[in-house]
């Protein structure tokens, strides 16, 4: 979520959690 152009501390950790879940699920299934 954008609000000014600043990015809110909490949406970028949500993002990198959400990345990184992504990454563990692709790799478990591929694998």
Partial sequence: RIYLGV??????????VIGILSACFGLAVTG
């Fill in 7 to 16: 990015h809110f501390p909490t949406d970028v950790l949500a993002g990198m």
